[in-house]
């Protein structure tokens, strides 16, 4: 194995590969070796947390992003782990967004509990100075308490209509501030919607709850960014846990000036050379991928919530891929669709697509189908990409694939061929 000097400067392939690595996305992983529930743990452990999202055009974001890095698997799995009292060891919270976090981490939302519970935001502050609010946040504590966890229905409501969907009723903004400031968890979900309970009743004892202080918050999360990301632009590791990059920017350098983070100069996509950062744990691995020790070998399609885009614009810097949800555009303003899925090959990001799952007939469509300039769907390319539609409708129990359109026009045709 070579080793690095400081005049080293590692190639784009040797980042991309650390990156996918780190990521769980590098090779196919070995179900027969663990539990269903403990592999599915340690990949949200390794990426420290997933983003939860209402959209459902296929599976939930976080559903996908586990399938992305394993393969089939049942979603009640992931569920036990965060909402079975007996196998709870994932929770929901507050870090890069809504998230599910592993509850080992529980200690780092401590200290934006205490300072909302202390000082709260200005726009809970202005709610609450409404007449009867607070009133009501100790109605619903109390309700809860005696009748055990409840949804939002369960509280009666009779004022005005209420307009779009943000425009909650004054109880869910109760739940919500309560939620947020540590005196409840969620403990179940119906139908997608939060089950509200008392979080003495939801914490499992064995969680340490020594609050850290907000400095050492701050580095965990900045640190744990730096793990996930495996090789990324100095502030790139506060996106992570979406620090705000004024506030991180010292917490980064002190790490820096600690040995935690280690500067290396790398090649990206635009030619030129930048100077990076890898966590010291992660510097081993960088010079085993800059060796070709680590090799790409997973093609499956990603979350459009997926960890591997937290970091911005990292995807041009990587990969020359410009990755954007455009589920919240007016349709005609949409390039590629609602919600398109990157499609992962090896160590490049070649396409995307724009699925619906149609659940009455059991029919994946996807309504766009593109590959980026200058990917040639080849054989190889195109038999991969077939195999993980494969796995990817059976995750979602569909018999029947439609494809309404592809770029290049023939790939849609090659593909079902493959799929027979």
């Known amino acids: ?45 390794q990426l420290g947390c997933v983003q939860i999202d209402t959209l ?29 009292p007996q196998q709870r060891r994932l929770f929901e919270g507050w870090q890069h967004a809504a998230c599910i976090i592993p509850l080992e981490d529980y200690r780092f939302q401590m200290p934006h509990q205490k300072r909302l519970l202390e000082n709260g935001s ?48 004054p109880a869910k903004v109760a739940l919500e501030y309560l939620w947020t400031a540590g005196d409840l968890m969620i403990s179940n979900r119906v139908n997608f919607q939060r089950i509200y309970d008392l979080t003495e009743r939801v914490l499992p004892t064995w969680v340490n709850i020594d609050e850290p202080s907000t400095a050492e918050r701050d580095r965990y999360w900045v640190e744990q960014g730096a793990r996930a990301l495996g090789i990324c632009g100095p502030i790139q590791a ?25 500067p290396v100069r790398a090649n990206l996509a635009d030619g030129e050379i930048h100077t990076l950062i890898v966590h010291q744990d992660n510097l081993p691995l960088l010079q085993r991928a800059a060796d070709g020790e680590l090799e790409p070998r ?3 399609f990603l979350s459009p919530f997926d960890n591997l885009f937290w970091a911005r614009g ?50 994946l469509r996807l309504k766009n189908l593109y590959l980026e300039p200058g990917v040639e769907p080849d054989d190889e390319l195109v038999q991969a990409v077939a195999q993980a539609m494969v796995d990817f409708l059976a995750f979602h129990s569909a018999t029947n694939l439609v494809i309404e359109r592809s770029d290049p026009p023939g790939l849609a045709g090659r593909l079902m061929a493959y799929l027979g």
Not at 71 to 81: C, K, N
């Open 1 to 45: 194995m070579s080793s690095s000097t400081p005049d080293t400067v590692y190639p784009l392939s040797a980042v991309r590969r650390l990156a996918l690595h780190a990521q769980s996305l590098l090779a196919p992983l070995d179900p027969s070796r663990d539990s269903a529930l403990d592999h599915l743990y340690e990949v949200v452990k």
């Open 56 to 84: 459902q055009m296929v599976q939930r974001s976080h559903y996908l992003v586990l399938w992305s890095r394993l393969g089939r698997y049942d979603p009640a799995d992931f569920d036990r782990l965060v909402y079975d």
């Open 122 to 169: 200005d726009w809970y502050k202005d709610w609450q100075n409404q007449p009867g609010n607070l009133e009501l946040m100790q109605t619903v504590l109390e309700q809860i308490r005696q009748d055990g966890g409840l949804r939002a229905n369960a509280f009666e409501y009779n004022g005005p209509r209420r307009g779009s969907w943000w425009d909650w009723k």
């Open 238 to 262: 506060a996106d992570y846990s979406q620090r705000k990059r004024n506030q991180a920017r010292p917490v980064v350098e002190e790490l820096i000036s600690r040995d935690v983070l280690i």
């Open 298 to 300: 997973r093609t499956t």
């Open 314 to 363: 990292r995807d041009m810097q990587l990969w020359n891929f410009h990755h954007v949800l455009e589920a919240y555009k007016p349709g005609q303003d949409r390039i590629w669709g609602y919600y398109c899925m990157p499609i992962l090959h090896g160590d490049r990001l070649v396409g995307r697509f724009d699925p619906k799952l149609e659940r009455k007939t059991a029919t």
